[in-house]
């Protein structure tokens, strides 16, 4: 039966691989009975992440981020590469039994992102989830950039992208996270992810983010909170703020040491034969 309360929890600005940590350990918690959490959350520095199979030696420009001082962290969720910066990341950790139709991947994708839509819908922006798969930019111009193409789980404002989601799912858990971008740089998608001649352009095309869509600046906390209240209005469901459990902090801690801060997964996981 679905559960009314959810946590909620808000971690600031953490490195990639100690994002994607606490992202796993959350949803490990869900496995051990925890109640269902909803986290938002930016990247401190600003970071890649790349699809859980996407291979790195393909469309990724790893001088480029180290020349930012980015940080670099493959997900445990599939799709192409995500920049994060100038966004707010969310995650949603809960079971299939928490929701109408959690069996089913893309009904499920349909049924968190009410929360998203509302959120977004509070803040001005029509967003709806896209009725087909799109192809949204030519491989050739942005083969690795997650915000080239529409999938099942992800939303559009006017025809072009503005949340991009993936999940996990594990023994009757789901894991979906994903960027909501206050504005898309196009210079250093094209520098970091390898875009052909006019790729700049054709993002711009494709994608948006919420600060063009509303033609005015955003923060964190304004997208944080709407986002917040749209789950809330969408799921009737109530919040209570809370901090990492004691074992849910052990748990980020080995799986940032033994997995998400080494090269062995970053680097080698999804690389090309």
Avoid at 11 to 33: C, H, K, P, Q, W
Avoid at 185 to 204: K, M, N, Q, R, Y
Avoid at 231 to 252: M, N, R, S
Wanted: charged share 25%; with cysteine.
């Amino acid at each position: 039966m679905p559960r009314t309360h959810w946590r909620l929890l808000h971690t600031g600005g953490l490195s990639a691989a100690r994002n994607m940590a606490v992202d796993e350990a959350l949803f490990n918690s869900i496995s051990r009975g925890a109640p269902p959490v909803l986290r938002t959350y930016a990247w401190e520095p600003p970071g890649v992440s790349l699809g859980y199979a996407q291979p790195i030696d393909r469309g990724v420009n790893r001088d480029a981020i180290r020349a930012r001082g980015y940080g670099l962290v493959r997900r445990p969720t599939g799709g192409r590469a995500i920049i994060h910066h100038h966004e707010l990341t969310y995650s949603v950790a809960l079971r299939t039994d928490d929701l109408s139709a959690g069996d089913s991947v893309l009904k499920s994708y349909r049924e968190i992102s009410r929360g998203i839509e509302a959120g977004l819908e509070l803040l001005g922006i029509p967003a709806r989830l896209p009725r087909k798969k799109r192809q949204a930019i030519k491989h050739k111009d942005l083969p690795s950039v997650c915000f080239a193409a529409s999938l099942g789980g992800d939303m559009e404002v006017d025809g072009r992208k503005i949340v991009g989601s993936a999940q996990m799912r594990r023994s009757g858990v789901i894991l979906q996270h994903g960027s909501i971008p206050f504005r898309l740089d196009e210079p250093e998608h094209v520098a970091i992810l390898a875009g052909g001649a006019g790729a700049g352009e054709s993002l711009s095309r494709a994608a948006v983010g919420i600060e063009d869509a509303l033609g005015r600046k955003v923060c964190a906390d304004e997208v944080a909170n709407a986002l917040v209240q749209g789950f809330i209005d969408a799921f009737g469901i109530g919040f209570e703020p809370v901090e990492l459990t004691p074992e849910e902090l052990a748990d980020a801690d080995a799986l940032e040491r033994e997995k998400y801060a080494t090269n062995e997964w970053t680097l080698n996981r999804g690389r090309a034969g």
